[in-house]
C-alpha cells in the first residue's frame, strides 16, 4: 500500500466515524418516537452527514481504484476542498490531511512496466529468451563462438490508457 493510500484511509475511517454514528442515532431516535420529529431540528445537519460520508467514501474508492496517480492527487484535493466548503471550522483537518494526501499522491511515480528481452542470433536463427539470468545468451556464445550477430528485440507490453482497475 502506497503512502498517499495510508494516508487517504486514516483520513476517511476518522472522518466516516462521527458522521455515521450521528445517522445512526438520527435514525434509531425517529425509529423510537414513530414521526420524524428531529427533521424540524436536525434535517440540515443529517443531510450534512450525508455529504460528509459521500465525500469520504469517494477518497477512499479514489485511492484504491484508480491507477493514475496525477489523478488522484486531484480528486484528493479536491475531497479535502469539498470537506471545508461543507462543514467549515469542522473541516480542517480533513482538508489538511487530504491535501497531504494528494500531494503525495501528484509526486509519485509511476512504476515502470518490465521489459521482456530476446536475443536471436542471426547466425543460426535461434531465439534466446530468459528473464532471470541477464547473462542468457552467454552459453549460446560459449558453445557457439563463430555466432558473432546477434539482434536483441526488446518487448514493453502495450498499454491502454489504464487510468482505473475496475472490472
Given at each position: 500500500m502506497k503512502l498517499y493510500q495510508?494516508?487517504?484511509?486514516?483520513?476517511?475511517?476518522?472522518?466516516?466515524?462521527?458522521?455515521?454514528?450521528?445517522?445512526f442515532a438520527y435514525v434509531f431516535?425517529?425509529?423510537?418516537?414513530?414521526?420524524?420529529?428531529?427533521?424540524?431540528f436536525l434535517g440540515t445537519a443529517v443531510l450534512i452527514a450525508v455529504v460528509i460520508i459521500a465525500i469520504n467514501i469517494t477518497a477512499i474508492v479514489?485511492?484504491?481504484?484508480i491507477k493514475n496517480t496525477k489523478l488522484v492527487g486531484m480528486?484528493?484535493?479536491?475531497?479535502?476542498?469539498?470537506?471545508?466548503?461543507?462543514?467549515?471550522?469542522w473541516g480542517i483537518?480533513?482538508?489538511a490531511l487530504y491535501i497531504v494526501s494528494g500531494i503525495i499522491a501528484l509526486r509519485e511515480k509511476p512504476t515502470p512496466i518490465p521489459r521482456?528481452?530476446?536475443?536471436?542470433?542471426?547466425?543460426?536463427?535461434?531465439?534466446?529468451?530468459?528473464?532471470?539470468?541477464?547473462?542468457?545468451?552467454k552459453d549460446h556464445l560459449a558453445d557457439n563462438?563463430?555466432?558473432?550477430?546477434?539482434?536483441?528485440?526488446?518487448?514493453?507490453?502495450?498499454?491502454?490508457d489504464a487510468t482505473s482497475k475496475f472490472p
Open positions: 495510508k494516508l487517504t484511509l486514516i483520513t476517511a475511517v476518522l472522518g466516516l466515524v462521527v458522521p455515521l454514528l450521528g445517522v431516535i425517529n425509529s423510537l418516537t414513530g414521526i420524524p420529529i428531529l427533521a424540524l479514489v485511492a484504491f481504484y480528486i484528493l484535493i479536491s475531497c479535502g476542498i469539498v470537506l471545508f466548503l461543507t462543514v467549515q471550522i483537518p480533513g482538508l521482456k528481452y530476446t536475443i536471436k542470433c542471426l547466425t543460426c536463427g535461434k531465439e534466446l529468451k530468459d528473464i532471470n539470468n541477464p547473462d542468457f545468451a563462438p563463430t555466432h558473432l550477430e546477434y539482434r536483441v528485440f526488446v518487448e514493453t507490453p502495450f498499454t491502454t
